[in-house]
Protein backbone atom coordinates (compact mmCIF):
# COMPACT_ATOMS: atom_id res chain seq x y z
CA UNK A 1 0.00 0.00 0.00
CA UNK A 2 1.31 3.80 -0.82
CA UNK A 3 0.02 6.41 1.50
CA UNK A 4 0.78 10.05 2.14
CA UNK A 5 1.74 10.92 5.73
CA UNK A 6 -0.65 13.12 7.73
CA UNK A 7 -0.85 16.89 6.29
CA UNK A 8 -2.01 17.98 10.03
CA UNK A 9 -1.41 16.47 13.30
CA UNK A 10 -3.75 17.75 16.27
CA UNK A 11 -1.56 17.53 19.50
CA UNK A 12 -3.26 17.11 22.85
CA UNK A 13 -0.82 16.35 25.72
CA UNK A 14 0.71 13.35 25.05
CA UNK A 15 -2.04 11.96 22.34
CA UNK A 16 -1.53 13.11 18.67
CA UNK A 17 -4.24 12.69 15.99
CA UNK A 18 -2.88 12.46 12.45
CA UNK A 19 -5.39 14.18 9.59
CA UNK A 20 -6.83 11.35 7.55
CA UNK A 21 -4.48 10.07 5.09
CA UNK A 22 -5.14 9.26 1.65
CA UNK A 23 -4.20 5.51 0.23
CA UNK A 24 -2.80 6.45 -3.46
CA UNK A 25 -2.09 2.79 -4.63
CA UNK A 26 -3.60 -0.43 -2.61
CA UNK A 27 -0.89 -2.12 -3.50
CA UNK A 28 2.85 -1.49 -2.17
CA UNK A 29 4.51 -3.92 -3.51
CA UNK A 30 7.51 -6.33 -2.00
CA UNK A 31 9.82 -4.98 0.85
CA UNK A 32 13.15 -5.31 -1.35
CA UNK A 33 11.89 -5.03 -4.81
CA UNK A 34 14.27 -4.61 -7.34
CA UNK A 35 13.06 -1.70 -8.91
CA UNK A 36 12.31 0.39 -5.97
CA UNK A 37 12.14 3.98 -6.43
CA UNK A 38 13.71 6.15 -4.72
CA UNK A 39 12.78 7.54 -1.31
CA UNK A 40 9.88 10.38 -1.40
CA UNK A 41 9.59 11.86 1.57
CA UNK A 42 5.32 12.35 1.75
CA UNK A 43 4.70 8.68 0.85
CA UNK A 44 5.29 5.72 2.65
CA UNK A 45 5.03 2.36 1.24
CA UNK A 46 3.76 -0.50 2.84
CA UNK A 47 5.56 -3.22 1.96
CA UNK A 48 3.42 -6.47 1.28
CA UNK A 49 5.70 -8.23 3.38
CA UNK A 50 5.13 -6.10 6.36
CA UNK A 51 1.68 -6.21 5.69
CA UNK A 52 2.06 -9.58 6.11
CA UNK A 53 3.82 -9.92 9.58
CA UNK A 54 1.22 -7.37 11.44
CA UNK A 55 -1.08 -9.60 10.23
CA UNK A 56 -0.29 -12.50 11.57
CA UNK A 57 -0.16 -10.90 14.89
CA UNK A 58 -3.54 -9.50 14.56
CA UNK A 59 -6.71 -10.88 15.31
CA UNK A 60 -9.69 -9.59 13.55
CA UNK A 61 -13.55 -9.30 15.19
CA UNK A 62 -16.44 -9.48 13.23
CA UNK A 63 -19.70 -8.54 15.30
CA UNK A 64 -23.03 -10.47 14.46
CA UNK A 65 -26.67 -9.41 14.84
CA UNK A 66 -29.00 -11.34 12.61
CA UNK A 67 -27.18 -10.04 9.45
CA UNK A 68 -27.36 -12.57 6.69
CA UNK A 69 -25.20 -15.29 6.11
CA UNK A 70 -24.34 -14.39 3.29
CA UNK A 71 -22.86 -11.58 3.75
CA UNK A 72 -21.07 -12.66 6.63
CA UNK A 73 -19.61 -15.30 4.44
CA UNK A 74 -18.35 -12.53 2.04
CA UNK A 75 -16.88 -10.18 4.85
CA UNK A 76 -14.78 -13.61 6.39
CA UNK A 77 -13.77 -14.03 2.31
CA UNK A 78 -12.47 -10.48 2.20
CA UNK A 79 -9.78 -11.05 5.63
CA UNK A 80 -6.29 -11.54 4.93
CA UNK A 81 -5.72 -15.18 6.04
CA UNK A 82 -2.80 -15.22 8.10
CA UNK A 83 -5.34 -12.78 10.78
CA UNK A 84 -7.17 -14.64 13.61
CA UNK A 85 -10.59 -13.94 13.28
CA UNK A 86 -12.94 -13.89 15.86
CA UNK A 87 -16.77 -14.20 15.16
CA UNK A 88 -19.33 -13.44 18.36
CA UNK A 89 -22.91 -13.48 17.72
CA UNK A 90 -25.91 -12.45 19.86
CA UNK A 91 -27.91 -13.67 17.13
CA UNK A 92 -31.23 -15.24 18.95
CA UNK A 93 -31.21 -18.80 19.45
CA UNK A 94 -34.86 -19.09 19.95
CA UNK A 95 -37.52 -20.31 18.50
CA UNK A 96 -35.15 -21.51 15.28
CA UNK A 97 -31.10 -21.11 16.51
CA UNK A 98 -29.55 -18.67 14.14
CA UNK A 99 -26.27 -19.10 15.38
CA UNK A 100 -26.16 -22.31 15.13
CA UNK A 101 -26.97 -21.81 11.33
CA UNK A 102 -24.12 -19.46 11.77
CA UNK A 103 -21.36 -21.33 13.23
CA UNK A 104 -22.37 -23.94 10.83
CA UNK A 105 -21.88 -21.97 7.64
CA UNK A 106 -19.12 -20.31 8.98
CA UNK A 107 -17.26 -24.07 10.26
CA UNK A 108 -18.51 -24.80 6.36
CA UNK A 109 -16.66 -21.95 4.71
CA UNK A 110 -13.52 -22.69 7.05
CA UNK A 111 -12.87 -25.79 5.56
CA UNK A 112 -12.53 -24.75 2.15
CA UNK A 113 -10.14 -21.47 3.61
CA UNK A 114 -8.52 -24.05 5.93
CA UNK A 115 -8.44 -22.13 8.66
CA UNK A 116 -9.77 -22.63 12.13
CA UNK A 117 -12.65 -19.31 13.19
CA UNK A 118 -13.26 -18.61 16.83
CA UNK A 119 -16.90 -18.26 16.95
CA UNK A 120 -18.88 -17.85 20.27
CA UNK A 121 -21.83 -16.51 21.16
CA UNK A 122 -22.52 -13.66 23.75
CA UNK A 123 -24.80 -15.33 25.79
CA UNK A 124 -22.60 -18.68 26.26
CA UNK A 125 -23.01 -19.79 29.53
CA UNK A 126 -19.62 -21.41 29.54
CA UNK A 127 -18.21 -17.58 28.45
CA UNK A 128 -20.19 -15.65 31.06
CA UNK A 129 -18.85 -17.91 33.70
CA UNK A 130 -15.55 -17.28 32.39
CA UNK A 131 -16.09 -13.21 32.46
CA UNK A 132 -17.05 -13.54 35.93
CA UNK A 133 -14.32 -15.77 37.11
CA UNK A 134 -11.90 -13.14 35.30
CA UNK A 135 -13.30 -10.50 37.74
CA UNK A 136 -14.55 -8.29 35.07
CA UNK A 137 -18.46 -8.47 36.18
CA UNK A 138 -19.21 -5.09 34.44
CA UNK A 139 -19.79 -6.91 31.22
CA UNK A 140 -22.95 -8.97 32.97
CA UNK A 141 -26.73 -8.06 33.39
CA UNK A 142 -28.61 -8.51 36.84
CA UNK A 143 -29.58 -12.14 35.96
CA UNK A 144 -25.73 -12.80 35.23
CA UNK A 145 -25.52 -12.91 31.72
CA UNK A 146 -23.11 -10.97 29.16
CA UNK A 147 -25.16 -8.30 28.54
CA UNK A 148 -26.61 -7.17 24.66
CA UNK A 149 -24.72 -4.91 22.72
CA UNK A 150 -22.35 -4.69 20.14
CA UNK A 151 -20.00 -2.79 22.05
CA UNK A 152 -19.76 -5.42 25.09
CA UNK A 153 -19.76 -8.01 22.39
CA UNK A 154 -16.80 -6.30 21.15
CA UNK A 155 -14.93 -6.03 24.27
CA UNK A 156 -15.74 -9.62 24.98
CA UNK A 157 -13.64 -10.77 21.94
CA UNK A 158 -11.05 -8.55 22.99
CA UNK A 159 -10.57 -10.73 25.78
CA UNK A 160 -10.32 -13.70 23.66
CA UNK A 161 -8.22 -11.66 21.10
CA UNK A 162 -5.79 -11.22 24.50
CA UNK A 163 -5.76 -15.10 25.00
CA UNK A 164 -4.89 -15.73 21.42
CA UNK A 165 -1.48 -13.54 22.18
CA UNK A 166 -2.38 -11.13 19.44
CA UNK A 167 -0.97 -7.72 19.54
CA UNK A 168 -2.96 -5.86 17.74
CA UNK A 169 -7.20 -6.38 17.39
CA UNK A 170 -9.19 -4.70 14.52
CA UNK A 171 -12.88 -4.91 13.92
CA UNK A 172 -15.01 -5.45 10.86
CA UNK A 173 -18.63 -5.25 10.63
CA UNK A 174 -20.56 -8.22 9.76
CA UNK A 175 -23.12 -6.35 6.97
CA UNK A 176 -20.68 -5.06 4.81
CA UNK A 177 -20.99 -5.90 1.15
CA UNK A 178 -17.89 -5.47 -0.53
CA UNK A 179 -15.45 -8.38 0.39
CA UNK A 180 -12.58 -6.51 -1.49
CA UNK A 181 -13.34 -3.29 1.23
CA UNK A 182 -13.01 -5.73 3.61
CA UNK A 183 -9.44 -6.63 2.56
CA UNK A 184 -8.57 -3.03 2.19
CA UNK A 185 -9.63 -2.24 5.87
CA UNK A 186 -7.50 -4.64 7.21
CA UNK A 187 -4.42 -3.30 5.24
CA UNK A 188 -4.96 -0.08 6.70
CA UNK A 189 -5.12 -0.82 9.62
CA UNK A 190 -1.64 -2.91 9.42
CA UNK A 191 -0.23 0.34 7.55
CA UNK A 192 -1.48 2.61 10.49
CA UNK A 193 0.38 0.43 12.75
CA UNK A 194 3.20 0.33 10.89
CA UNK A 195 3.57 4.43 10.97
CA UNK A 196 2.73 5.25 14.60
CA UNK A 197 5.53 5.33 16.93
CA UNK A 198 3.80 4.07 20.09
CA UNK A 199 2.59 1.37 21.47
CA UNK A 200 -0.71 2.80 21.83
CA UNK A 201 -2.01 3.49 18.88
CA UNK A 202 -5.36 3.30 17.57
CA UNK A 203 -6.37 3.36 13.69
CA UNK A 204 -9.90 4.48 12.07
CA UNK A 205 -11.35 3.99 8.83
CA UNK A 206 -12.59 7.17 7.11
CA UNK A 207 -14.76 5.84 3.99
CA UNK A 208 -14.00 7.53 0.41
CA UNK A 209 -17.75 7.58 -0.02
CA UNK A 210 -20.94 5.82 1.01
CA UNK A 211 -23.07 4.66 -1.87
CA UNK A 212 -26.19 5.41 -2.37
CA UNK A 213 -29.19 5.82 -4.63
CA UNK A 214 -30.76 8.85 -5.28
CA UNK A 215 -33.49 9.57 -8.15
CA UNK A 216 -32.28 6.25 -10.00
CA UNK A 217 -28.83 7.35 -10.08
CA UNK A 218 -26.01 6.13 -7.50
CA UNK A 219 -24.39 9.40 -5.38
CA UNK A 220 -21.77 8.70 -3.69
CA UNK A 221 -22.05 10.29 -0.52
CA UNK A 222 -19.24 11.37 1.57
CA UNK A 223 -20.38 11.08 5.15
CA UNK A 224 -22.84 9.15 6.87
CA UNK A 225 -25.65 10.97 8.63
CA UNK A 226 -24.24 10.41 12.47
CA UNK A 227 -20.97 11.19 11.52
CA UNK A 228 -21.00 14.81 10.61
CA UNK A 229 -22.52 15.88 14.00
CA UNK A 230 -19.96 13.50 15.96
CA UNK A 231 -17.25 14.78 14.34
CA UNK A 232 -18.29 18.52 15.00
CA UNK A 233 -18.70 17.86 18.57
CA UNK A 234 -15.61 16.00 19.15
CA UNK A 235 -13.98 18.68 17.49
CA UNK A 236 -15.01 21.22 19.95
CA UNK A 237 -14.10 19.22 22.37
CA UNK A 238 -10.66 19.57 21.43
CA UNK A 239 -10.36 23.17 20.15
CA UNK A 240 -12.04 24.47 23.52
CA UNK A 241 -9.11 22.92 25.33
CA UNK A 242 -6.09 23.97 22.68
CA UNK A 243 -8.18 27.60 21.91
CA UNK A 244 -7.73 26.49 17.95
CA UNK A 245 -10.74 25.91 16.17
CA UNK A 246 -9.73 22.23 14.81
CA UNK A 247 -11.40 19.65 11.83
CA UNK A 248 -9.16 17.24 12.49
CA UNK A 249 -11.50 14.48 13.65
CA UNK A 250 -13.27 12.82 10.94
CA UNK A 251 -13.87 9.68 12.00
CA UNK A 252 -16.09 9.63 15.40
CA UNK A 253 -18.44 7.10 14.64
CA UNK A 254 -15.56 4.58 12.50
CA UNK A 255 -17.27 0.62 13.27
CA UNK A 256 -14.27 0.11 11.23
CA UNK A 257 -11.18 0.53 13.63
CA UNK A 258 -8.15 -1.49 15.31
CA UNK A 259 -6.10 -1.12 18.04
CA UNK A 260 -3.39 -2.12 19.77
CA UNK A 261 -3.32 -4.85 22.21
CA UNK A 262 -1.52 -2.56 24.54
CA UNK A 263 -4.46 0.48 23.95
CA UNK A 264 -7.35 -1.96 24.18
CA UNK A 265 -6.31 -2.89 27.64
CA UNK A 266 -5.67 0.73 28.65
CA UNK A 267 -9.29 2.23 27.60
CA UNK A 268 -12.52 2.17 29.41
CA UNK A 269 -15.30 1.53 26.86
CA UNK A 270 -19.01 2.80 27.00
CA UNK A 271 -21.82 0.46 25.81
CA UNK A 272 -23.57 -0.09 22.24
CA UNK A 273 -23.09 2.33 19.62
CA UNK A 274 -21.57 4.71 21.17
CA UNK A 275 -17.96 2.93 21.88
CA UNK A 276 -16.50 4.41 18.94
CA UNK A 277 -16.75 8.17 19.31
CA UNK A 278 -15.99 7.46 23.25
CA UNK A 279 -12.42 6.21 22.28
CA UNK A 280 -11.82 9.87 21.66
CA UNK A 281 -13.64 11.60 24.96
CA UNK A 282 -12.28 8.48 26.94
CA UNK A 283 -8.73 9.55 25.92
CA UNK A 284 -8.76 12.41 26.12
CA UNK A 285 -10.14 12.31 29.55
CA UNK A 286 -7.53 9.72 30.66
CA UNK A 287 -4.69 11.32 28.63
CA UNK A 288 -5.39 14.55 27.42
CA UNK A 289 -3.87 16.50 30.98
CA UNK A 290 -7.06 17.41 32.25
CA UNK A 291 -7.99 14.25 34.74
CA UNK A 292 -4.71 12.32 36.64
CA UNK A 293 -3.44 9.86 34.06
CA UNK A 294 -4.06 6.31 35.34
CA UNK A 295 -0.62 5.47 33.59
CA UNK A 296 2.95 6.87 33.88
CA UNK A 297 3.77 4.72 30.49
CA UNK A 298 0.85 5.69 28.57
CA UNK A 299 2.17 9.57 29.32
CA UNK A 300 5.49 8.71 28.18
CA UNK A 301 4.74 6.96 25.20
CA UNK A 302 1.54 8.54 24.10
CA UNK A 303 -1.10 7.78 22.18
CA UNK A 304 -1.67 7.93 18.39
CA UNK A 305 -4.82 7.63 16.19
CA UNK A 306 -4.61 7.58 12.88
CA UNK A 307 -7.22 7.95 10.37
CA UNK A 308 -6.88 5.91 6.99
CA UNK A 309 -9.44 7.03 3.65
CA UNK A 310 -10.39 3.82 2.39
CA UNK A 311 -10.52 3.35 -1.39
CA UNK A 312 -13.60 1.32 -2.23
CA UNK A 313 -17.00 2.40 -1.30
CA UNK A 314 -18.80 1.32 2.09
CA UNK A 315 -21.84 -0.64 1.82
CA UNK A 316 -23.65 -1.92 4.51
CA UNK A 317 -27.65 -3.03 5.69
CA UNK A 318 -29.57 0.08 5.37
CA UNK A 319 -31.38 -0.05 9.05
CA UNK A 320 -33.79 2.75 8.78
CA UNK A 321 -33.52 6.25 10.47
CA UNK A 322 -34.10 5.11 13.76
CA UNK A 323 -31.09 3.36 14.06
CA UNK A 324 -28.96 6.14 12.85
CA UNK A 325 -30.75 8.48 15.44
CA UNK A 326 -30.42 6.38 18.57
CA UNK A 327 -26.55 5.78 17.45
CA UNK A 328 -26.21 10.00 16.99
CA UNK A 329 -28.02 10.38 20.20
CA UNK A 330 -25.82 8.12 21.99
CA UNK A 331 -22.86 9.56 20.62
CA UNK A 332 -24.12 12.73 21.85
CA UNK A 333 -24.40 11.02 25.73
CA UNK A 334 -21.18 10.04 26.28
CA UNK A 335 -19.61 13.55 24.97
CA UNK A 336 -22.22 15.61 27.22
CA UNK A 337 -21.71 13.27 30.32
CA UNK A 338 -17.85 13.25 29.91
CA UNK A 339 -16.45 14.70 32.91
CA UNK A 340 -14.86 16.94 30.57
CA UNK A 341 -17.12 18.50 28.83
CA UNK A 342 -17.76 22.27 29.74
CA UNK A 343 -20.96 24.23 30.12
CA UNK A 344 -20.90 25.83 26.99
CA UNK A 345 -20.83 22.37 24.67
CA UNK A 346 -23.02 21.00 26.87
CA UNK A 347 -25.76 23.90 25.92
CA UNK A 348 -24.23 23.43 22.70
CA UNK A 349 -24.58 19.37 22.09
CA UNK A 350 -28.52 19.90 23.96
CA UNK A 351 -29.78 22.29 21.26
CA UNK A 352 -28.92 20.24 18.50
CA UNK A 353 -30.05 17.25 19.21
CA UNK A 354 -32.95 19.28 19.95
CA UNK A 355 -33.26 20.51 16.92
CA UNK A 356 -32.63 17.33 15.19
CA UNK A 357 -35.96 16.10 16.77
CA UNK A 358 -33.49 13.63 18.90
CA UNK A 359 -35.56 14.14 21.69
CA UNK A 360 -38.43 16.08 22.84
CA UNK A 361 -37.74 20.04 23.86
CA UNK A 362 -38.10 20.04 27.13
CA UNK A 363 -36.05 16.77 27.89
CA UNK A 364 -32.81 16.67 28.56
CA UNK A 365 -30.07 14.13 28.24
CA UNK A 366 -30.09 11.20 30.55
CA UNK A 367 -27.48 9.31 31.24
CA UNK A 368 -28.72 5.75 30.04
CA UNK A 369 -24.81 4.10 28.50
CA UNK A 370 -23.02 1.73 30.79
CA UNK A 371 -19.33 2.11 31.26
CA UNK A 372 -16.94 0.04 31.00
CA UNK A 373 -13.06 0.61 33.16
CA UNK A 374 -9.93 -0.68 31.12
CA UNK A 375 -9.60 -4.41 30.52
CA UNK A 376 -6.67 -4.75 32.15
CA UNK A 377 -8.46 -4.84 35.58
CA UNK A 378 -9.21 -8.39 34.36
CA UNK A 379 -7.57 -11.10 35.72
CA UNK A 380 -6.74 -13.19 32.17
CA UNK A 381 -5.17 -16.55 33.68
CA UNK A 382 -8.97 -17.37 35.44
CA UNK A 383 -10.47 -16.17 32.21
CA UNK A 384 -8.18 -19.11 29.94
CA UNK A 385 -8.56 -21.45 32.76
CA UNK A 386 -12.66 -21.31 32.29
CA UNK A 387 -12.33 -21.73 28.89
CA UNK A 388 -9.87 -25.21 29.04
CA UNK A 389 -12.13 -27.28 27.33
CA UNK A 390 -13.91 -25.06 24.72
CA UNK A 391 -13.01 -26.55 20.77
CA UNK A 392 -11.16 -22.76 20.71
CA UNK A 393 -8.85 -23.70 23.58
CA UNK A 394 -5.79 -25.11 21.31
CA UNK A 395 -5.99 -21.38 19.94
CA UNK A 396 -4.84 -19.61 22.85
CA UNK A 397 -1.17 -18.99 23.65
CA UNK A 398 0.28 -20.55 27.00
CA UNK A 399 1.54 -17.45 28.90
CA UNK A 400 -1.58 -14.96 29.60
CA UNK A 401 0.13 -13.40 32.69
CA UNK A 402 0.82 -9.83 31.21
CA UNK A 403 -1.79 -8.12 32.34
CA UNK A 404 -2.96 -10.65 35.24
CA UNK A 405 -3.31 -7.38 38.08
CA UNK A 406 -1.27 -7.71 41.09
CA UNK A 407 -2.57 -6.64 43.93
CA UNK A 408 -0.06 -3.39 44.13
CA UNK A 409 -1.28 -2.66 40.50
CA UNK A 410 -5.20 -3.15 41.69
CA UNK A 411 -4.12 0.07 43.71
CA UNK A 412 -3.07 1.84 41.13
CA UNK A 413 -6.44 1.27 38.89
CA UNK A 414 -8.80 4.22 38.60
CA UNK A 415 -12.23 4.70 37.13
CA UNK A 416 -12.11 7.81 35.06
CA UNK A 417 -15.91 8.05 35.11
CA UNK A 418 -15.27 8.71 39.20
CA UNK A 419 -13.29 11.44 38.55
CA UNK A 420 -14.48 14.88 39.11
CA UNK A 421 -12.33 18.10 37.78
CA UNK A 422 -13.37 20.89 40.64
CA UNK A 423 -13.64 23.34 37.80
CA UNK A 424 -14.04 23.80 34.04
CA UNK A 425 -11.89 26.81 33.13
CA UNK A 426 -13.33 29.50 30.73
CA UNK A 427 -12.84 28.69 27.18
CA UNK A 428 -9.14 29.17 26.12
CA UNK A 429 -8.46 29.41 29.87
CA UNK A 430 -6.61 25.97 29.90
CA UNK A 431 -3.23 25.39 29.28
CA UNK A 432 -2.71 21.38 28.53
CA UNK A 433 0.75 20.35 28.28
P1 LIG B 1 -23.98 0.53 11.84
O1 LIG B 1 -23.32 -0.14 10.68
O2 LIG B 1 -23.03 1.26 12.72
O3 LIG B 1 -25.16 1.35 11.45
O4 LIG B 1 -24.59 -0.56 12.81
P2 LIG B 1 -25.00 -2.07 12.54
O5 LIG B 1 -26.37 -2.28 13.07
O6 LIG B 1 -24.71 -2.49 11.15
O7 LIG B 1 -24.04 -2.83 13.56
C1 LIG B 1 -22.68 -2.91 13.39
C2 LIG B 1 -22.24 -4.35 13.57
O8 LIG B 1 -22.47 -4.82 14.91
C3 LIG B 1 -22.98 -5.32 12.66
O9 LIG B 1 -22.04 -6.25 12.18
C4 LIG B 1 -24.00 -5.97 13.58
O10 LIG B 1 -24.34 -7.26 13.16
C5 LIG B 1 -23.24 -6.00 14.89
N1 LIG B 1 -24.08 -5.96 16.11
C6 LIG B 1 -25.13 -5.17 16.39
N2 LIG B 1 -25.61 -5.42 17.63
C7 LIG B 1 -24.84 -6.40 18.17
C8 LIG B 1 -24.82 -7.13 19.43
O11 LIG B 1 -25.64 -6.93 20.33
N3 LIG B 1 -23.83 -8.05 19.59
C9 LIG B 1 -22.91 -8.34 18.61
N4 LIG B 1 -22.00 -9.29 18.87
N5 LIG B 1 -22.92 -7.70 17.42
C10 LIG B 1 -23.86 -6.74 17.20
CO1 LIG C 1 -23.87 -1.59 9.44
Redesign the pocket.
Known amino acids: MKIEISREIERFGPIKIHGVQKVFELDGGLKNADNDEEYNPIMQRIAYDIQHEIQEQMAIV??????KIKLIEGVLSGIPHHCQVII???SPREPMDRFKLEKDAIEHIGRFMNRKFLVVH?KDPVLTKAVEASGYKHLLDKKGNIK???A???I??TMLAYLCGKKYVGF?????YFPGAVLEYVQEYCAGFFLSASPFTMVRISWHSKPKVVESNLFFAKR?R?SEHTNRILNRLISYYTGYGTEIIKTG?A?EHALTMEMAMQLDYSS??SI?PYHYVNVLERYGGILAPPSDKVMKEGVEFFQIESRNPHL??V?GDQ??KD?SLAAMEVIYHSPICPPALKANILEDVHNRKLLKKEEDIESQLHYYPALYSADFKKFKEELKNEEYAPLFVQDVSKYTPREKDKKLMRDTKAAKIKEIPKEGKLEVK
Not at 62 to 67: F, G, L
Not at 172 to 176: A, K, L, P
Open positions: VPVRNEVSNQNGKEGMLSIDSDNGANGGYEHEKHVM
